[in-house]
């Protein structure tokens, strides 16, 4: 059965920092990994989607990879500013069509 | 327009009501989806539709009943809930029921049973 890690459960940093959230997941058998955030009381908003043939997508601030092998992925996010702060979830998509999501990122950056 | 409608926002119901839940994309999306997700607690499956059939339903009990009207709409039916069913329904729709599509949420529909 999947299951979807993320670490740390919560995160402050100042303006400005760059940073990592990291996602790992137990079954390397994924066809995507994708990262969403979700703002409090909100719907998810799609980030990133990485391809399980693919190492990186980049979106302006965000950089995440892939590292299909080892079950991990890391969303990269440059000079982070208070607009930022949300809960960030990776989830992955196995064979089944399923998103499996992990546990969340609760960031917090300090104006 | 990679937008999925969500309607109502807000819901309380008791637990003898009869309520739906709606949701709505014009991207010409052949699957759609129903997460719920309670607080502080990621998404968890319900059900999918791939091509206005049922394709997967992930045991949830027959108190909620999914339906799918046309390619672009998607109805949840609410009847004799619980409370421990008050949750953030979220509506998601993707290219088709293939996996490796970005997958786009609705901002979901809060429901409270009282």
């Known amino acids: 059965k999947q299951e979807v890690t993320q670490i740390p459960a919560a995160l402050s940093v100042p303006e400005g920092e760059n940073l990592v959230l990291n996602c790992s997941f137990t079954?390397?058998?994924?066809?995507?990994l994708q990262w969403f955030r979700q703002d409090p009381g909100k719907g998810l908003t799609s980030l990133l989607l990485?391809?399980?043939?693919?190492r990186e997508q980049t979106s302006g601030r965000l950089n995440a990879s892939l590292d299909k092998s080892s079950g991990r992925s890391t969303l990269y996010i440059a000079a982070s500013q208070p607009g930022d702060s949300a809960t960030y979830l990776c989830?992955?998509?196995?064979?089944?069509?399923?998103?499996?999501f992990g546990t969340g990122t609760l960031l917090a950056v300090q104006p | 327009d990679t937008e999925v409608t969500q309607t109502p926002k807000h819901l309380v119901m008791g637990m003898t009501n009869k309520k739906s839940l709606k949701c709505e994309q014009h991207?010409?999306?052949?699957?759609m989806y129903w997460y719920k997700q309670k607080a502080k607690k990621p998404p968890e499956l319900m059900f999918v539709?791939?091509?206005?059939?049922?394709?997967i339903n992930e045991s949830v009990p027959s108190r909620f009943s999914p339906e799918c009207p046309n390619s672009s709409l998607l109805n949840l039916h609410l009847h004799a809930l619980q409370p421990e069913d008050s949750a953030l329904y979220l509506c998601?729709?993707?290219?088709?029921?293939?996996?490796?599509?970005?997958?786009?949420f609705g901002e979901g529909s809060w429901l409270t049973v009282v």
């Open positions: 998601a729709s993707s290219q088709d029921g293939v996996s490796g599509n970005t997958i786009y």
């Open positions: 079954d390397s058998a994924i066809y995507n």
């Open positions: 990485i391809q399980s043939s693919q």
């Open positions: 989830a992955v998509d196995g064979a089944t069509n399923k998103l499996i």
């Open positions: 991207m010409g999306h052949r699957a």
């Open positions: 539709y791939s091509y206005e059939k049922l394709s």
